[in-house]
Every structure is written in C-alpha cells, then in structure tokens.
C-alpha cells in the first residue's frame, strides 16, 4: 500500500480501524476533523525523513525482475490517434 500524495490513506486507515469501535462515529463533524489532524500527523511523521532509491546497489531485487519483464515481452503498437482520456 502506498501512502500516496497526501494524507487520504492515513484517514482511510484511521476510520477503517476506528470504526470498529466507534461505528459510523467516526464520520461525524466532529471526529472527522480530529481524524483528519491526526492523519496529517502520521502522514508527516512517515515522510518527513522519506528516501526514494533507484539506485541498482539499493534495489537489485526490483532491477533484476524489471530486466527480465524487459527481455520477455514485446512492444506492441502505438495507440491510435482516436485514443483519449488521462493518466493519473
């Protein structure tokens, strides 16, 4: 799972096991909003001190199987000039 560009997963997490307990308490005003403070705190904390590496020394395991899906598939064609739509 990845924590994404802001803190919605760390909220999503936070309801999810809080909802257990609390029900749907956890969706009120109130609760929401110290939820929603809560899950930019630990958003923070988690990447505060965050490195992403792509370095082959720090990910051989990741090079090796990219350099294998490299080797045993085809490109195919271009997408055609009707193609629509975005990536997100």
């Known amino acids: 799972m990845s924590l994404g560009a802001d803190k919605t997963a760390c909220l999503n997490e936070l309801k999810t096991a809080l909802r257990v307990v609390a029900g749907d ?21 988690l990447t505060a001190d965050a490195v992403v590496s792509v370095a082959s020394a720090d990910n051989a395991a ?15 064609p271009p997408p055609g000039t009707g193609l629509t739509g975005r990536l997100t």
């Open 62 to 76: 990741f090079w090796s199987w990219l350099q294998q899906v490299g080797t045993q598939t085809t490109v195919g």
């Open 25 to 45: 308490a956890v969706d009120n005003p109130p609760a929401d909003a110290n939820l929603a403070a809560l899950a930019q705190a630990i958003y923070a904390i």
